[in-house]
């Protein structure tokens, strides 16, 4: 795979991340007794899965395309 077809994965891979995260941490929210597992652990650590999610969305990839060509000479 060439860096042009990773950086395509970015995005969708993001957006799968945060819907992931949040889907979850609606979960532990409904479904489980407070506990401290959950507390000092899971939710932690799906908040920074989310904020991972969100700079992977918002990072701007380099275009390979409309880069200008260096004249060799």
Do not use: E, Y
């Not at 042009?4 to 991340?17: E, I, V, Y």
């Not at 992931?20 to 409904?30: D, E, G, R, S, V």
């Not at 597992?37 to 969100?54: E, R, W």
């Amino acid at each position: 795979m060439t860096l042009r077809t990773l950086s395509q994965f970015n995005r969708p891979l993001a957006f799968g991340l945060l819907s992931l995260t949040w889907a979850l941490l609606l979960w532990l929210n409904f479904s489980i007794a407070p506990n401290a597992f959950a507390h000092f652990v899971a939710i932690p650590v799906l908040f920074i899965a989310t904020g991972v999610s969100a700079l992977l969305i918002g990072s701007k990839q380099p275009n390979p395309i409309n880069k200008p060509i260096k004249n060799p000479s």
